[in-house]
DNA sequence: CTGAAAGCGCTTACAG
DNA sequence: CTGAAAGCGCTTACAG
């Protein structure tokens, strides 16, 4: 910086002040020090400038899975993409982190609370880590991806509208004739999992236990949910299921068990991830805008870094007809 | 600082040495020290530290890939994935960029070449982005994913051995009695495009111009370059796929023209990604090593910001029998 | 083993 | 509009 103020001769200060929007200099002090950046190659060090403006301008990705199974799910990688993309537009970096493990969790809080990022942007199905705790407590700005389960009133959030969403699955099972409707569920740790099984139980009432099994968004999970489901409930002629991808290990079971789909059994699945036209029948299912998520995430994250208060952002859920119901 | 300094009832150059591994500082005032931390619930600065150190302890993770193909593929997960937590290990941050447009390519380079990381992890299938002498002109330690085509003396790289995983396919194929191979290829701009086809000229020798078919690793391509090479050459009894990505599309092509797999004609893939096991027959393909991958680029790296010359890696492939070939 | 002091590369009132 | 100067929060020779 001192070469670039010699070269273009001008004070440092003046430099700085055209680095961070040219306001207050003069046209010709603007020009000589656009030259002078242009002929040193000069790149500002951000550690100087974030030590004293107190901003990073990054922020961090937390993803925390115990399983680190949002790695294998397709609706994280839309996440991933949209956070990156939209932080971009602001010029901000991303910064991924991984709180998997006990041990990762420490590292990132360390991390997050330790200047390094300007918030924290917290991507997990399950809750009751203490991360959240953690983050709140050193008063850094986070925004959870889905319904933060028992932080919903201290911690911004945006999310699909979950419940919603089962409820269109549901009605319109019903309204293609279907009489006994099965649910493989979501986690019931998981907002995901409580959610759309109470928009399930909306549209039904009170259901026969046979005719719910639990399970865990992966694939083969579903597979044996489905295979158990069959065995409660031989009578039933549609499945709405919590996630695509647990759909699709649904699948694969009941084409084992010889029945056919839609004909024998509808399925309804959710996400409307890349899951659903993977597979063959194509799954009806019930689309989350994850881009849109992704956006209004960030969004809100920067409103926070800002000084705003939190806020909430539900965005609906739209049934996708296919194949497969 | 400050504050644990005087807590402690020391100077805060015992406080930075107690920070820096606690040599040359005597047992009382460690303790002394490490209570006040505790106490007051200090972080160091990072800023304030990399300041002074030149040192950040992050590496960005460079995507480049002009249509951001790798997200959808399941290669990048496992890449992904195993350089963070390979950096993890190290206490290491990784910083995730995407660089798909010119403009994304730009905003990079600044980041990059701006003390924000110590080196860069590079992540493209195509090659002949500029980014790379942008980096290289600025003497960024950067380790590349896959042979870095035209820069294999003057870039640090891990990669399969891709030619050496072809001609185990293909003398495979062979010795399975098949006599027409096709084959669908990668972009012929990609290591993995030109010496997978390298390979499968190794063990065929010249080989009719209508056997071979020029695909881009996505599924859908393959579908279409499998419906080609039907028409071209529809006496053949096997085909081997650039990766497996493009050999679920050619399952489908094949089921679409009513041939089977394996009996009529047998599919070999490339990469053993999850695609391999999640399509029906599963796929025989050829296995890449990415999450070895991920820690010798992370090892290499490291090397590299330690002021190590550049090396290179290649790790071998290995042939995995499954039921489509 | 320890403290005082310089310095890392910036930004930003402040005075002019 | 511009320059001189203080200060962001650390680390690290240096002297003791």
Same mark, same amino acid.
């Given at each position: 910086?001192?070469?670039?103020?010699?070269?273009?001769? *001008?004070?440092?200060?003046?430099?700085?002040?055209?680095?961070?929007?040219?306001?207050?200099?003069?046209?010709?002090?603007?020009?000589?020090?656009?030259?002078?950046?242009?002929?040193?190659?000069?790149?500002?060090?951000?550690?100087?400038?974030?030590?004293?403006?107190?901003?990073?301008?990054?922020?961090?990705?937390?993803? +925390? !899975?115990?399983?680190?199974?949002?790695?294998?799910?397709?609706?994280?990688h839309?996440?991933?993409?949209?956070?990156?993309?939209?932080?971009? !537009?602001?010029?901000?970096?991303l910064?991924?982190?991984?709180?998997?493990?006990?041990e990762?969790?420490?590292?990132? +809080?360390?991390?997050?609370? +330790?200047?390094? *990022?300007?918030?924290?942007?917290?991507?997990?199905?399950?809750?009751?880590?203490?991360?959240?705790?953690?983050?709140?407590?050193?008063?850094?700005?986070?925004?959870?991806?889905?319904?933060?389960?028992?932080?919903?009133? #201290?911690?911004?959030?945006?999310?699909? #509208?979950?419940?919603d969403?089962?409820?269109?699955?549901?009605?319109?099972?019903?309204?293609?004739?279907?009489?006994?409707?099965?649910?493989?569920?979501?986690?019931?740790?998981?907002?995901?999992?409580?959610?759309?099984l109470?928009?399930?139980? #909306?549209?039904?009432?009170?259901?026969?236990?046979?005719?719910?099994?639990?399970?865990?968004?992966?694939?083969?999970?579903?597979?044996?949910?489905?295979?158990?489901?069959?065995?409660?409930?031989?009578?039933? #002629?549609?499945?709405?299921?919590?996630?695509?991808?647990?759909?699709?290990?649904?699948?694969?079971?009941?084409?084992?068990?010889?029945?056919?789909?839609?004909?024998?059994?509808?399925?309804g699945?959710?996400?409307?991830? +890349?899951?659903?036209?993977a597979?063959?029948?194509?799954?009806?299912?019930?689309?989350?805008?994850?881009?849109?998520?992704?956006?209004?995430?960030?969004?809100?994250?920067?409103a926070?870094?800002?000084?705003?208060?939190?806020?909430?952002?539900?965005?609906?859920?739209e049934?996708?007809?296919?194949?497969?119901?």
């Open positions: 910086m001192d070469d670039v103020a010699a070269v273009a001769g *001008v004070s440092r200060g003046t430099v700085s002040r055209v680095l961070n929007g040219g306001h207050n200099v003069s046209k010709p002090a603007l020009d000589a020090v656009q030259r002078a950046i242009r002929k040193t190659g000069y790149v500002v060090n951000q550690h100087a400038r974030s030590l004293v403006t107190q901003r990073s301008h990054s922020v961090a990705f937390v993803l +925390s !899975e115990p399983q680190e199974r949002l790695f294998e799910d397709p609706n994280f839309v996440l991933l993409r949209g956070c990156t993309q939209s932080l971009a !537009e602001h010029d901000i970096t910064v991924m982190t991984i709180a998997g493990t006990q990762e969790r420490r590292r990132v +809080s360390r991390f997050v609370t +330790s200047g390094h *990022v300007d918030g924290a942007l917290l991507v997990s199905t399950h809750m009751g880590s203490r991360l959240i705790d953690d983050l709140r407590g050193r008063g850094v700005p986070v925004v959870a991806c889905g319904r933060p389960l028992g932080h919903e009133r #201290d911690l911004a959030y945006v999310a699909a #509208d979950d419940r969403g089962a409820r269109q699955m549901v009605q319109y099972l019903l309204s293609k004739g279907r009489r006994t409707i099965g649910m493989i569920t979501g986690p019931l740790d998981t907002p995901g999992g409580v959610d759309r109470a928009g399930y139980r #909306d549209v039904l009432g009170p259901v026969p236990d046979r005719l719910v099994v639990t399970g865990d968004y992966v694939r083969d999970r579903g597979e044996a949910a489905m295979e158990r489901l069959l065995s409660q409930a031989p009578d039933l #002629d549609a499945v709405f299921v919590a996630s695509d991808l647990m759909a699709a290990g649904a699948l694969t079971a009941l084409r084992r068990a010889g029945r056919r789909v839609p004909d024998d059994v509808a399925i699945g959710f996400d409307d991830s +890349s899951m659903a036209t597979v063959s029948p194509a799954l009806t299912t019930i689309r989350q805008p994850l881009t849109r998520i992704s956006a209004e995430m960030v969004r809100l994250l920067l926070l870094i800002a000084g705003d208060p939190p806020a909430t952002v539900i965005l609906p859920t049934l996708v007809v296919r194949d497969s119901a």
